[in-house]
């Protein structure tokens, strides 16, 4: 069984910064893609950062220039850094992990329980 745990979500002021991580656990063979969405309240969950497992990354326009996503393999931990934080930045976070149980599975999408990032003043 596979769990992904998130931690770091919190309340912030406009401007603040926090930092969120999210570790993956279980019987896992390997780890492809990593990605953080969030789902904010009357909105569709959207794309926040992804991260390959060769370190390539992609960005939300949204989000772009004050977030940052990074990994650890070794650890099989995925991170998300975010700075200048703003108000339209409040949201459930959700961590993804795109990976396969055994050298014969396909890759599955795996999903954390999510974090709430409030900012406020």
């Known amino acids: 069984q596979v769990q992904l745990v998130e931690s770091g979500g919190g309340l912030v002021q406009p401007g603040g910064s926090l930092g969120l991580s999210c570790a993956a656990s279980?019987?896992?063979?390997?780890?492809?893609?990593r990605g953080w969405y969030r789902k904010a309240q009357g909105k569709q969950r959207e794309l926040v950062a992804g991260?390959?497992?060769?370190?390539?990354?992609n960005y939300a326009d949204s989000v772009k220039g004050r977030f940052t996503i990074s990994r650890d393999n070794a650890k099989n931990t995925v991170y998300l850094q975010l700075d200048s934080l703003k108000p339209e930045d409040t949201a459930v976070y959700l961590c993804n992990a795109r990976l396969k149980i055994t050298i014969r599975s396909d890759y599955s999408d795996y999903w954390g329980q999510g974090t709430q990032v409030t900012v406020s003043s």
């Open positions: 991260i390959t497992s060769l370190g390539s990354t």
């Open positions: 279980g019987s896992i063979f390997s780890i492809n893609a």
